[in-house]
């Protein structure tokens, strides 16, 4: 019987605690004035045009890009932005464009070329890449299967 009037009393300062917290967050957004939504600016700026990331030094790393954009009432027409090239990333198809390669395919014995195809997987600050590329490379030393069902052996003197 204690256990139950205990078991109560805690149940009875739970809710009122719950009631207290309640109490006290409706108060503190009741307290919070709304904010008047800000005009939408009209503005006859374009879109900002960047060009490609220009590294500082080498093909890959640290660089800017220029950006560029029309209207007549435009405060800034030009600015430049910091931007970094991996320098692990292909250089073949851009040096903004990354691939997710397919494995090697077969060597095509007439071109002793093997091929595999790359669909874009990243492109840096919109760069124009292309959706799917195609690389190849030369097949390596080729070697001729062995025939089958006749051994060799060799006489140790």
Same mark, same amino acid.
């Given at each position: 019987m204690q256990q139950q009037q205990q078991q109560h009393?805690?149940?009875k300062a739970a809710?009122?605690?719950?009631?207290?917290?309640? +109490?006290?967050?409706?108060?503190?957004?009741?307290?919070?004035k709304e904010k008047p939504e800000k005009k *939408?600016? !009209?503005?006859?700026?374009?879109?900002?045009?960047w060009s490609v990331c220009v590294p500082t030094s080498g093909d890959c790393g640290l660089g800017?890009?220029?950006?560029t954009r029309t209207g007549a009432e435009c405060k800034q027409t030009?600015?430049?932005q910091?931007?970094?090239?991996?320098?692990?990333?292909?250089?073949?198809?851009? +040096?903004e464009c990354k691939y997710?390669?397919?494995?090697?395919?077969?060597?095509?014995?007439?071109? *002793?070329? !093997?091929t595999r195809t790359g669909n874009l997987k990243r492109a840096l600050h919109n760069a124009d890449c292309q959706?799917?590329?195609?690389?190849?490379?030369?097949c390596g030393k080729l070697t001729k299967p062995k025939p089958q069902g006749k051994f060799h052996f060799l006489k140790v003197a």
């Open positions: 009393r805690m149940f809710l009122l605690a719950l009631i207290f917290l309640l +109490a006290a967050v409706s108060t503190t957004e009741a307290g919070k *939408a600016k !009209k503005s006859d700026c374009g879109e900002w045009q800017t890009r220029e950006g030009t600015k430049t910091k931007c970094k090239i991996p320098c692990n990333w292909k250089k073949q198809f851009g +040096a997710q390669f397919q494995a090697w395919g077969e060597c095509d014995l007439n071109t *002793a070329l !093997k959706k799917t590329v195609t690389i190849s490379k030369p």
